[in-house]
Nanobody, 126 residues
């Protein structure tokens, strides 16, 4: 079973950048597609980006496409989320998660993912 730990969050001004990391324990990391989600206070968990187990395929939500980049390094058991041109509406707790293996294509719904990290706070000031 994989365990996930996110890091890299913080406070940044609008227009700035952050890179989030999600470190996974366990040798099975490279067999999982991975996703990033976020949750702002009083809202549900929102899909941000996902990447295939090989790293070749990626998908993004409309709100972050062109600003965020998801990537992974299977040798380091880590998935990344590079966030550029950050906006105040990007403020949220960001979570990484493993996609359930029953799905053969990348998915965007939280119930398609089963193992979650504890989250890292991103705050963007205007």
């Amino acid at each position: 079973q994989v365990q996930l730990v996110e890091s890299g969050g913080g406070l940044v001004q609008a227009g700035g950048s952050l890179r989030l990391s999600c470190a996974a324990s366990g040798r099975a990391f490279s067999s999982y597609a991975m996703g990033w989600f976020r949750q702002a206070p009083g809202t549900g968990r929102e899909f941000v980006a996902a990447i295939t187990n090989s790293g070749v395929g990626t998908i993004y939500s409309d709100s972050v496409r062109g600003r965020f980049t998801i990537s992974r390094d299977n040798a380091k058991n880590t998935v990344y989320l590079l966030m550029n041109n950050l906006k105040p509406e990007d403020t949220a707790v960001y979570y990484c998660a493993t996609q359930k293996k029953v799905f053969v294509v990348l998915t965007t719904t939280p119930d398609s993912y089963n193992t979650w990290g504890q989250g890292t706070q991103v705050t963007v000031s205007s």
